[in-house]
């Protein structure tokens, strides 16, 4: 066998020493990048022992008292951290389902616009919200949703009373949905548009000579085209079903609207931060990054096996 | 071509009127908060202004650039911004450049960095030892904790990837080191790439108003996000600094609405840069072969 270790496989297969000779700038080129996720995002992990503590800042990471899953128990056992657990899950599975469907619509749709002047336009304008901050999107959603806003001078002309939209709990989930929506699904259709100008246009040719008419053409070869795309962007988004969006929720929400907007990221904002409880907030946390490291891992094998989708 | 039939002519007639206007909704909101912005104070508040302003008056402007709160932030906010981007820069191309080569050990740092996506320590921890680095009330805590991103590292080592591999093996036996390779080959090759990604890093950064809130004191180190974050979501009416005089004169809403817009501004000034590469960048980083 040693024999065979000839050829390419031999210079694929340096000896370490060598291979530092060689490529010593190259593990220099990446000690900054190494350095910065050591600092802020491995070491943070370690801080996480603190949810199996009943953290004391005065007596540190190492003097406080060991507390094994009781954090962890009490997720379930207070009324407003379940809460937020099932507001997570159906502000987020809201968010990924219509976030899924409307830029493949969409797509569809200004696929067959065809005057290009046009269709670049369109583009600017739906791609534009993504890049607003949430701070600056929430400052006009007050606006325009306001007690004197735009949507009640509208609505003022039908003869219906002036809503204070952002202070109903029961519209709370439907208006950061529709917002998210909003500001996300011209962003969302970028890569659809591009799976479509991917699609070999001669199979367009050969539909048209078979007499397949342009909707017939959209379900046969189109989608079927984006398909791919389709499940690698489904699949991915599994590991968002615990994601709400922070900051565009704690930008909206009021304590009027905690019973149905407040959702796991913005309870552990207001546990740990603002009223102290920091190992149940740590704890809550990592109840949350662990279920979605297990959502993503199985997302990504997913993605690989139907379609071939690797993060690197 | 076969010509189109009346069902296909009525199809294309509507889906643009739809396309439009779904395009227009999206622009709207922005037009009528600078309407808001530049409209009269009983204007304003009785809500009539649609999407042109009504007594027309750039006064919110004049007050919110005379707010020495408001143009302090915006200079922490282009100071945080440019110098954040720059290391950021600096440190996802270096390794960027470095992972897009084959070496040992590629696969498991590759796998150290990827990891920092999948998980994290999360807000209470970041938080612990971003206080105990003495970050707490210090600027770098704008700058540093950001500064590696590991989306933005694959991105712009998927731009070097595709460079090909016969100028750099050319210079290596000229007998160029990887460092010169990185700096005459790789950045002038990846320029377009290079700046969409600085593009996306600037927006985030002058987006980004957590930070502020989360580690500092005083709303005088706060850069303009934060400051926005207060007046307009948390309602504080100090940092207006709405003399009497001047309430006379404007309401809170044409100042909040004038203040907002500002914030975006900046963001609708690079974005037709932004737009013209962002297209090919996100692409690249969501599909490869």
């Given at each position: 066998m040693k024999k065979g270790r000839t050829g390419p496989n031999r210079i694929a297969r340096k000896s370490w020493k060598q291979e530092i000779r060689h490529s010593w700038p190259l593990y220099l080129l990446i000690?900054?990048?190494?350095?910065?996720?050591?600092?802020?995002?491995?070491?943070?992990?370690?801080?996480?022992?603190?949810?199996?503590?009943?953290?004391?800042?005065?007596?540190?990471?190492?003097?406080?008292?060991?507390?094994?899953?009781?954090?962890?128990?009490q997720i379930?056992?207070?009324?407003?951290?379940?809460q937020a657990i099932i507001n997570t899950v159906i502000i987020a599975v809201s968010k990924i389902i219509l976030g899924l469907i409307v830029p493949i619509i969409m797509?569809?749709?200004?696929?067959?616009?065809?005057?290009?002047?046009?269709?670049?336009?369109?583009?600017?304008?739906?791609?534009?919200?993504?890049?607003?901050?949430?701070?600056?999107?929430?400052?006009?959603?007050?606006?325009?949703?306001?007690?004197?806003?735009?949507?009640?001078s509208l609505l003022k002309n039908f003869g219906v009373e002036p809503i204070f939209f952002l202070g109903e709990a029961g519209m709370f989930r439907q208006i950061v949905v529709i917002s998210d929506l909003w500001k996300g699904f011209g962003f969302g259709m970028i890569v659809y548009l591009a799976a479509i100008s991917n699609i070999d246009q001669s199979l367009y040719e050969a539909a048209e000579m078979d007499g397949a008419n342009r909707l017939q053409q959209t379900l046969h070869i189109t989608i079927p085209g984006i398909m791919p795309m389709i499940i690698v962007m489904a699949t991915l988004s599994l590991g968002n079903v615990l994601n709400a969006g922070f900051d565009q929720i704690y930008n909206l929400y009021s304590p009027l609207t905690y019973s149905t907007?407040?959702?796991?990221?913005?309870?552990?904002?207001?546990?740990?931060?603002?009223?102290?409880?920091?190992?149940?907030?740590?704890?809550?946390?990592?109840?949350?990054?662990?279920?979605?490291?297990?959502?993503?891992?199985?997302?990504?094998?997913?993605?690989?096996?139907?379609?071939?989708?690797r993060i690197f | 071509m076969r010509r189109s039939s009346l069902s296909r002519k009525i199809f294309v007639f509507c889906n643009t009127v739809f396309l439009v206007t779904v395009a227009l909704l999206c622009l709207l909101p922005l037009i009528n908060l600078l309407?808001?912005?530049?409209?009269?104070?009983?204007?304003?508040?009785?809500?009539?202004?649609?999407?042109?302003p009504v007594d027309f008056t750039p006064l919110a402007y004049i007050k919110t650039f005379g707010n020495n709160n408001f143009v302090r932030s915006m200079g922490i906010a282009l100071l945080r911004t440019s110098l954040g981007t720059l290391l950021s820069m600096f440190v996802i191309t270096t390794a960027g450049y470095a992972l897009s080569?084959?070496?040992r050990g590629r696969t498991v740092l590759m796998w150290f960095f990827v990891f920092t996506m999948l998980f994290s320590g999360g807000l209470i921890p970041s938080y612990m030892v971003n206080t105990s680095l003495g970050l707490k009330n210090n600027f770098l805590v704008y700058i540093?904790?950001?500064?590696?991103?590991?989306?933005?590292?694959?991105?712009?080592?998927?731009?070097?990837?595709?460079?090909?591999?016969?100028?750099?093996?050319?210079?290596?036996?000229?007998?160029?080191?990887?460092?010169?390779?990185?700096?005459?080959?790789?950045?002038?090759?990846?320029?377009?790439?290079?700046?969409?990604?600085?593009?996306?890093?600037?927006?985030?950064?002058?987006?980004?108003?957590?930070?502020?809130?989360?580690?500092?004191?005083?709303?005088?180190?706060?850069?303009?996000?934060?400051?926005?974050?207060?007046?307009?979501?948390?309602?504080?009416?100090?940092?207006l600094a709405l003399d009497p005089a001047s309430a006379t004169a404007m309401s809170e809403r044409t100042i909040k609405a004038a203040q907002v817009f500002i914030g975006a501004l900046p963001i609708l000034l690079v974005y037709p840069f932004l737009q013209k590469y962002f297209v090919k960048g996100i692409v690249m980083g969501a599909v490869k072969e």
């Open positions: 000690a900054p990048a190494f350095v910065f996720a050591v600092i802020f995002c491995y070491a943070p992990m370690g801080g996480l022992i603190m949810a199996f503590q009943n953290y004391k800042p005065w007596l540190g990471i190492t003097g406080s008292e060991f507390v094994g899953l009781n954090n962890f128990k379930f056992e207070f009324q407003e951290s379940y797509a569809l749709l200004l696929n067959e616009v065809k005057n290009v002047g046009l269709k670049k336009g369109i583009q600017t304008l739906v791609y534009l919200p993504h890049f607003l901050s949430w701070v600056t999107v929430a400052g006009m959603l007050r606006d325009i949703l306001g007690m004197d806003g735009i949507v009640n907007g407040d959702i796991i990221d913005t309870y552990v904002y207001r546990q740990s931060l603002v009223n102290g409880q920091y190992s149940f907030g740590t704890a809550v946390g990592l109840f949350k990054s662990g279920i979605g490291l297990i959502l993503t891992v199985i997302s990504y094998r997913i993605a690989y096996k139907v379609a071939g989708y | 309407a808001i912005s530049f409209s009269g104070k009983s204007a304003a508040n009785s809500g009539i202004v649609t999407f042109w080569k084959e070496f540093l904790p950001g500064a590696f991103g590991c989306y933005n590292l694959i991105l712009i080592m998927n731009f070097f990837k595709s460079i090909p591999k016969a100028l750099e093996e050319a210079a290596l036996i000229d007998g160029a080191s990887f460092f010169t390779v990185l700096r005459k080959i790789y950045l002038p090759l990846s320029k377009a790439g290079l700046a969409t990604v600085a593009l996306f890093i600037m927006v985030g950064n002058w987006n980004e108003w957590f930070t502020g809130i989360l580690y500092m004191s005083d709303t005088k180190n706060y850069p303009l996000a934060s400051f926005l974050q207060v007046i307009v979501v948390q309602g504080n009416k100090q940092d």
